[in-house]
């Protein structure tokens, strides 16, 4: 299973995301730094919950 559930939400890791969108996870870490991807830092790891992760998804998506 990827992602934790917290209240209903699904958060994901930056490993996870990095599995998922199948990029290093430094890029994933870039793009929280630039606030690109909304993130909230749990200790020494960050999360993203999905809706903010298909916000940026949308965001960047390329059509033909």
């Given at each position: 299973i990827?992602?934790?559930?917290i209240k209903m939400e699904y958060?994901?890791?930056t490993k996870e995301i990095?599995?998922?969108?199948?990029?290093?996870?430094q890029f994933i870490r870039k793009m929280i730094r630039e606030k690109r991807?909304?993130?909230?830092k749990?200790?020494?790891?960050?999360i993203v919950k999905e809706q903010?992760?298909?916000n940026y998804l949308?965001?960047?998506k390329y059509e033909r």
């Open positions: 990827i992602g934790r559930v958060y994901f890791t990095s599995l998922l969108l199948k990029t290093p996870i991807i909304i993130a909230y749990v200790g020494r790891q960050y903010d992760l298909n949308d965001s960047v």
